[in-house]
């Protein structure tokens, strides 16, 4: 089957609503970030150098062909869409890249943190995990040389080290909601880890989640972290870990007229055993079945918009 050509015009259109919103979002400062699309077989359509992605029009992007030579547009091309091309020559199935410098996520590329713990169903569903790339100087083949070696034909999210998030996907949307994905999760992640625990899911969990991509259509790339032997600080099986304090077992004996009181003394014995220990909060197999089919099924529609 001949792959689609996408229509130009709509995808300069598509590119400037992007830029807006990574703009928008904080997730570029100043001339920062880039996107690109690949029209066909050997046009790509892409952001140019020194320009606020917040600011984007459609006559201001560029087009180039698979060796980097401009082919239409008054601007210059930005030198890291060589990063751009290496990524559609390494996988057929990318016809857009997304990079942006988002605080929280770029903030674990400093710290040196992958986002690899298996802590949310819709970031297991979608991405598997984040790994973080080798540092590689903008512009060069350094900068995605670690990621073709390792990582991508299996991600499609990363960490570039000292450096900022790249994204990969079907479409410029699903590239830039892939972005949103990353970002959310590193703010989520770095709540947990201030709070002092991460519960990641058991390795059967989290297997679980993996196999349901395919019950609900939804193509991800690798898995997250599963095993911990290493004994990481803070680190805990979500589904062997209770509920307590401020949690629903605590409002146990809470009625509907004071449900988000603070719980009264009485509520919170109700949410510990006689032992004085936390009482666990079950869930049932069915329903957690049932729970993860859900959350498979939206994280499915959503990649469909």
């Given amino acids: 089957m001949a792959e689609q050509t996408f229509n130009e015009r709509t995808m300069r259109e598509e590119i400037c609503e ?28 892409a ?29 210059k091309p930005s030198s890291e ?54 540092y590689g100087v903008p512009g060069s083949d350094e900068l995605t040389q670690d990621i073709l070696d390792n990582y991508v034909q299996e991600y499609d999210a990363f960490l570039l080290a000292n450096h900022g998030v790249v994204t990969i996907g079907q479409t410029v949307m699903n590239a830039y909601y892939k972005m949103e994905t990353v970002e959310h999760f590193a703010k989520i992640s770095l709540v947990a880890r201030q709070l002092g625990s991460e519960n990641v899911f058991s390795p059967e969990r989290a297997q679980e989640l993996m196999e349901a991509r395919a019950r609900y259509g939804v193509q ?7 095993e911990y032997k290493d004994k990481d600080k803070n680190v805990n099986y979500a589904p062997d870990v209770p509920r307590t304090g401020f949690g629903a077992a605590a409002y146990a004996g809470a ?26 909060i079950e869930i049932g197999e069915e329903e957690l079945r049932r729970i993860i089919g859900e959350v498979a099924r939206r994280v499915a529609e959503s990649l469909q918009k």
């Fill in 220 to 226: 991800a790339g690798g898995s997250c972290r599963i």
């Fill in 81 to 134: 869409l060589k990063m751009h091309r290496a990524f559609y020559d390494a996988r057929p199935d990318v016809r857009a890249v997304c990079h942006a410098h988002p605080l929280t996520a770029t903030g674990f590329a400093v710290a040196g943190l992958s986002l690899d713990r298996c802590t949310l169903p819709e970031v297991v569903i979608t991405l598997g995990s984040v790994p973080l790339a080798k």
């Fill in 255 to 280: 009625s509907d007229d004071n449900a988000n009181a603070r719980p009264s003394a009485q509520s919170n014995n109700a949410a510990n055993g006689s032992n004085g220990k936390p009482a666990e």
């Fill in 18 to 45: 992007i830029g807006r919103r990574i703009w928008h979002r904080e997730y570029v400062a100043a001339n920062d970030g880039n996107i690109s699309v690949r029209l066909n077989a050997n046009e790509i359509l």
């Fill in 47 to 75: 952001t140019p150098t020194g320009v606020s992605k917040g600011f984007l029009t459609p006559d201001m992007l560029v087009v180039i062909d698979r060796a980097g030579n401009k082919l239409r547009g008054t601007m």
